[in-house]
């Protein structure tokens, strides 16, 4: 099994992910996570802790940074909803998730080093606490075997700034150290796979009934109110849920290694992940960035692990 640390601001299709990644037999989750991103890091740890509750699954939830290394907090509500599920309402959690007895970017440089060489860390919000844990232990890079992100938009464009995708734009800075930082393996799962990975009515409809299914239905149907306004149809992107997809499914994604940077400082253009296609910058490829993707494949293997079947 992959032993995986996940980091999220439970937000639509942080919930999502999390469902895909507890339903699968392949992972080893030793804990989750929380950051400020599309909602407060308050309600993201509640979301999360819900969820997981939903799942039936007792993971520790560890709550981390409340606002980006250099910047005031941005969320996302107006896609996300208010209590950043959509409106989605879960009964509170009975099982105590939350260890508040460390910070997570402690607990994600303890874990790291309880388990070197052989951890995946999986990233589907702002990266600030991973930034934070790299000031703790600098070596922290050599010691995690794979680290991928739902994050930035390579050939695309922008879902938050024309050029900038919401999780780089929330925490630039954060996101700039990760990324130089050396870490051996790094996939980039960006917007232009994402967008790609599109969850319809349809797909929900073929689910069985469940608590589960109930709650998809319930926390996308404002999701994807949001996508058919500014695409016309009536769907949203599975984000963070192909994130997941790159550790249980890699085959499913093309990749191509190239050095990636990300802007911090400009008017227009913060937050944007910078590909050099030609090597201009002299660097070495420091992210395989995802270009393609099965989409169908994706999205059938997903729902998959929604239908109440065995889990793969
Ligand atoms: C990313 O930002 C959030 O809206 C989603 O949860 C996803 O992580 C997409 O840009
Ligand atoms: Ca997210």
Redesign the pocket.
């Known amino acids: 099994k992959t032993k995986l640390i996940i980091d999220v601001?439970t937000?639509?299709?942080?919930a999502i992910a999390l469902a895909l990644a507890c339903r699968s037999n392949q992972l080893d989750i030793l804990g989750v996570t929380t950051v400020s991103?599309?909602v407060s890091l308050d309600m993201a740890t509640e979301n999360t802790v819900n969820v997981l509750s939903l799942l039936g699954v007792e993971i520790p939830v560890i709550p981390g940074a409340n606002q980006p290394m250099a910047r005031p907090p941005v969320h996302?509500h107006h896609?996300?909803g208010d209590n950043g599920l959509g409106g989605a309402r879960l009964p509170a959690s009975e099982k105590p998730l939350v260890d508040a007895t460390v910070q997570a970017d402690e607990w994600i440089a303890q874990s790291v080093q309880a388990h070197e060489g052989d951890i995946t860390i999986l990233l589907?919000?702002p990266m600030t606490n991973l930034a934070m844990a790299l000031d703790r232990d600098p070596k922290l890079p050599e010691k995690v075997s794979s680290l991928v992100f739902?994050?930035g938009s390579a050939f695309d464009y922008g879902?938050?700034t024309p050029v900038a995708?919401?999780?780089i734009f929330a925490d630039p800075e954060a996101a700039k150290k990760v990324l130089n930082a050396g870490f051996p393996s790094v996939t980039m799962v960006g917007?232009d796979v994402?967008r790609k990975a599109l969850l319809t009515p349809g797909h929900l409809n073929s689910l069985p009934e469940s608590p589960l299914t109930a709650f998809l239905k319930d926390a996308t149907a404002h999701y994807m109110m949001r996508y058919e306004e500014r695409n016309g149809i009536k769907a949203c992107a599975m984000?963070?849920p192909l994130a997941v997809g790159a550790v249980l499914w890699p085959e499913l994604l093309g990749t191509v290694p190239y050095y990636v940077d990300v802007e911090t400082n400009s008017d227009l253009c913060d937050g944007q992940t910078v590909v050099d296609v030609q090597q201009r910058l002299r660097k070495q490829p420091n992210v395989n960035v995802a270009t393609t993707v099965q989409s169908d494949a994706f999205m059938k293997a997903m729902l998959h692990q929604f239908d109440g079947k065995e889990g793969s």
């Open positions: 601001d937000g639509i299709d942080d991103g599309n996302e896609v996300h589907t919000g739902m994050g879902n938050i995708e919401f999780n917007l994402t984000h963070d």
